[in-house]
């Protein structure tokens, strides 16, 4: 999977999640700034857990503040 087919899958995951339209989520917005609270982001990491296969903590969000930056993060984890 490429960067950016991650970062689109992972923008309409935040969309569904936040109940936003996916054009309002730039990839360099952090995720507080789009609304993305601790439980939120709970949910998040684990949605994204399950459909990748790859194993996530707490504060992944946190280390990884924006679509862009846990993009790549989650890729590295994935097998090629």
């Not at 609270?37 to 790859?54: R, T």
Request: charged letters at 20%; hydrophobic letters at 50%; zero cysteines.
């Amino acid at each position: 999977m490429s960067t950016s087919a991650m970062e689109s899958a992972l923008k309409m995951q935040l969309a569904t999640l936040l109940d936003r339209d996916v054009q309002t989520i730039a990839s360099d917005a952090s995720f507080a700034s789009l609304g993305l609270d601790s439980a939120a982001a709970v949910h998040f990491i684990l949605e994204i857990e399950q459909i990748y296969g790859v194993e996530l903590y707490p504060g992944v969000t946190q280390d990884y503040p924006d679509v862009a930056r846990l993009a790549d993060f989650v890729l590295s984890l994935t097998p090629a």
